[in-house]
């Protein structure tokens, strides 16, 4: 461990048995913070998610857990009530030093039925070449799989439900859900004091709050809300030294992309287009959020960091 943070210091973590949270929880752990990571798994997935809590304790940190549904507001007064005496028996600087919203529940629903039109073009591309069509989408589909990214637009779509597209309020949940939460749980923070003085905020957003995916309306609107409700948190909360940011990761194999159908084919597009030639991973984005949490970055405030290697930048893509 690199005992970089004051010793009565600590993270509070939305979302933070998987992904971007459980990748921040290790790297602000390793320096020395102290962990309250909020996680909802099913019992199954304990068994992986304990282990790494076990290497945040084995770094001689504080670590308390709760497997709870963090959107709940009776939920979340029960996580402060118990964070609040853990904080109490530190020093005069103890306190919430980071914030991290990173939970990702949301509805990927078209809006309308889909009209294909991809498998008309094998179709077209087959009898020119005169294969059967099946038998070019087969071997389209089994190279894509292998690793052949440059072949996405030939590999079959991803299949959306023909039957249930997204509603109102689809969208009122998502957005709560992963943008407008965040709020409660800056307000609650601060009415109880908790906040350490420097205090740093931070969201998480992803190209499509300018891009739209199929799928994916619902979940870029709640990406809106939260950076707009970011900015307005480093606005009025600066007075009091807090700090609010939003990263913008590149696409990133977590459990949260996995969801999205036609993850693979995003993924092979970010593969061609970044000048790295891979993915965004989680400990390059928990990296960021630490650089950020030091003091030296105390005067960066109501920004979108991106952090995907140049990825949103490149025109190019490789074959």
């Known amino acids: 461990m690199i005992?970089?943070?004051?010793?009565?210091?600590?993270?509070?973590?939305?979302?933070?048995s998987s992904g971007f949270g459980l990748a921040t929880a290790h790297k602000l752990a390793r320096h020395g913070m102290n962990l309250c990571i909020v996680h909802r798994d099913r019992r199954a997935a304990l068994a992986r998610v304990e282990p790494e809590f076990e290497k945040i304790r084995s770094a001689g940190v504080k670590l308390l857990s709760f497997n709870v549904d963090a959107l709940?507001?009776?939920?979340?007064?029960?996580?402060?009530?118990?964070?609040?005496?853990a904080i109490e028996a530190g020093s005069g600087g103890a306190g919430v030093a980071v914030l991290l919203h990173s939970i990702a529940l949301g509805n990927l629903k078209l809006l309308v039925p889909e009209r294909a039109s991809r498998l008309r073009c094998v179709a077209a591309l087959a009898e020119r070449v005169g294969v059967p069509?099946?038998?070019?989408?087969?071997?389209?589909?089994?190279?894509?799989?292998?690793?052949?990214?440059?072949?996405?637009?030939?590999?079959?779509?991803?299949?959306?439900?023909?039957?249930?597209?997204?509603?109102?309020d689809d969208f009122a949940r998502t957005i709560y859900s992963m943008g407008t939460s965040?709020?409660?749980?800056?307000?609650?923070?601060?009415?109880?004091?908790?906040?350490?003085?420097?205090?740093?905020?931070?969201?998480?957003?992803?190209?499509?709050?300018?891009?739209a995916w199929k799928g994916y309306a619902a979940v870029a609107a709640a990406k809106a809300a939260l950076e707009s409700l970011a900015r307005s948190i480093a606005v009025e909360y600066a007075p009091y030294g807090i700090r609010c940011n939003v990263i913008q990761a590149g696409i990133t194999e977590t459990p949260a992309l996995a969801a999205i159908p036609g993850s693979a084919q995003l993924k092979a597009q970010a593969r061609l287009r970044n000048p790295f030639?891979?993915?965004?991973?989680?400990?390059?984005?928990?990296?960021?959020?630490?650089?950020?949490?030091?003091?030296?970055?105390?005067?960066v405030n109501g920004e979108v960091i991106r952090v995907d290697g140049g990825e949103h930048v490149s025109g190019a893509t490789s074959g």
């Open 72 to 85: 709940d507001p009776e939920r979340r007064a029960s996580v402060l009530d118990q964070l609040t005496p």
């Open 133 to 168: 069509a099946d038998a070019l989408q087969q071997a389209a589909d089994e190279l894509f799989e292998a690793g052949g990214d440059a072949l996405h637009p030939l590999a079959r779509p991803p299949a959306y439900s023909d039957k249930h597209f997204l509603a109102e």
């Open 3 to 16: 005992d970089e943070f004051a010793a009565d210091r600590w993270a509070l973590v939305l979302g933070g």
């Open 277 to 299: 030639g891979r993915l965004t991973t989680p400990d390059d984005v928990a990296n960021v959020i630490y650089l950020l949490s030091t003091r030296e970055a105390a005067w």
């Open 182 to 211: 965040l709020l409660g749980w800056v307000q609650d923070l601060f009415d109880r004091g908790l906040f350490a003085a420097d205090a740093r905020v931070f969201g998480l957003t992803s190209e499509g709050n300018s891009v």
